[in-house]
């Protein structure tokens, strides 16, 4: 099973919107982090924000974390059809002997040129 | 490009045979973790190995095993196939730092088990 959920599953847009995803999780984290995936290929880290961090941004990425809610949100402003690409939420649990993180199932990102 | 190498890209195998996916971490790292990814879901942890010893076990069976070897290089070996085990199968490298854990991905080897 996965420790997290992404909300919507799929998302499609035109180019130069706003993309907007959102990630639930269930237990304590260290930290939570953003990937990107093209189609079938490895995983690529975006971001990541820490347990006391609320905001985070990195060039066209806003990452938000509520702790409380057990909830992030991953803003991408301006889209470009090359941002196309399906984006998992991943958690590094507070209990983690192992260095493992926790994915969700993603949400797969269309922009229309 | 992440310098995390796996091998092979695509892989065919029948059901009740054995397969070895290898992968070769980033240099620098002592840390690879091995995940799952059935089609259209998210990653499946399956386990890590931390200089050459386990390190962290997700829900899989024993028939699913693995070694790292010293310069960091590491193996997946999975016992006894079955039609489930089709899937994609990541490898990832990091380095060991406390409240951090980003991990460097390869593009995967595609197993399908007829």
């Known amino acids: 099973s996965q420790q997290g959920e992404e909300d919507p599953q799929a998302l499609s847009i035109q180019e130069g919107e706003n993309a907007t995803m959102n990630c639930s999780y269930k237990?304590?984290?260290?930290?939570l982090q953003w990937y990107r995936q093209n189609s079938g290929r490895g995983l690529v880290h975006l971001i990541l924000?820490?347990?006391?961090?609320r905001e985070k941004h990195s060039g066209r990425l806003r990452v938000t974390l509520d702790t409380s809610k057990k909830s992030s949100s991953l803003l991408i402003t301006a889209s470009r059809a090359a941002d196309t690409a399906s984006y998992f939420c991943?958690?590094?649990?507070?209990?983690?002997?192992?260095?493992?993180?926790?994915f969700g199932g993603g949400t797969r990102l269309m922009v229309k040129p | 490009e992440t310098g995390v190498t796996q091998s092979p890209t695509h892989l065919i195998k029948t059901r009740g045979q054995q397969v070895t996916l290898r992968c070769s971490s980033q240099?620098?790292?002592?840390?690879v973790s091995w995940y799952q990814q059935a089609l259209g879901q998210g990653p499946q942890f399956i386990f890590q190995?931390?200089?050459?010893?386990?390190?962290g076990r997700g829900n899989f069976p024993p028939r699913f095993s693995g070694l790292q070897f010293p310069n960091y290089s590491s193996e997946l070996n999975v016992n006894a196939l079955e039609l489930d085990d089709s899937a994609l199968y990541l490898c990832?490298?990091?380095?060991?730092?406390?409240?951090?854990?980003?991990?460097?991905f390869g593009a995967g080897t595609r197993l399908s088990v007829l």
């Open positions: 990832a490298s990091s380095l060991r730092e406390p409240a951090k854990n980003i991990q460097y």
């Open positions: 237990t304590s984290i260290n930290n």
């Open positions: 924000i820490r347990s006391n961090e």
């Open positions: 991943a958690t590094d649990p507070f209990y983690n002997a192992g260095n493992m993180l926790t």
């Open positions: 240099s620098g790292h002592n840390t």
């Open positions: 190995y931390y200089r050459e010893e386990e390190n």
